[in-house]
């Protein structure tokens, strides 16, 4: 098990805390200081790090964003996160064939009617 903490300016005097925890296997824990975070929620400081993205972060440890983005694939993280990438592009692109008056593609997210 290895660990990896960031911290990023938030909307508090004190930085907000993430820490990564490379599991075994397939599993990656992510935890984070924000109010987000600390509720369960989706979480925009531990999603960045894990698209490898340091905006926002504060301190001297940027090499650790790219050890955790690292650890991401092969994850049940990554997996849902491809899952959800699909979904969007699904509907991003019936959302277009809406706009051009055309039916929405076979298989694919179909609107509410």
């Known amino acids: 098990m290895e660990k990896r903490f960031s911290q990023f300016k938030g909307s508090t005097q004190d930085p907000y805390e993430?820490?990564?925890i490379?599991?075994?296997e397939t599993n990656l824990s992510a935890y984070c200081t924000c109010?987000?975070?600390?509720?369960?929620?989706?979480c925009k400081?531990?999603?960045?790090?894990?698209?490898?993205?340091?905006?926002?972060t504060v301190g001297d440890n940027l090499d650790d964003?790219?050890?955790?983005?690292?650890?991401?694939?092969?994850?049940?993280?990554?997996?849902?996160m491809q899952q959800v990438?699909?979904?969007?592009?699904d509907a991003e692109d019936?959302?277009?064939?809406?706009?051009n008056n055309q039916p929405p593609q076979s298989g694919k997210i179909t609107p509410r009617s």
Do not use: C
């Open 18 to 20: 993430v820490e990564f």
């Open 65 to 80: 964003v790219a050890v955790v983005k690292s650890w991401v694939p092969g994850t049940d993280i990554y997996l849902a």
């Open 35 to 42: 109010p987000a975070g600390m509720n369960w929620r989706y």
């Open 45 to 56: 400081h531990r999603f960045g790090i894990i698209e490898g993205s340091t905006k926002g």
């Open 94 to 99: 019936n959302y277009a064939n809406l706009q």
């Open 22 to 24: 490379g599991l075994p």
């Open 85 to 89: 990438k699909a979904i969007v592009k």
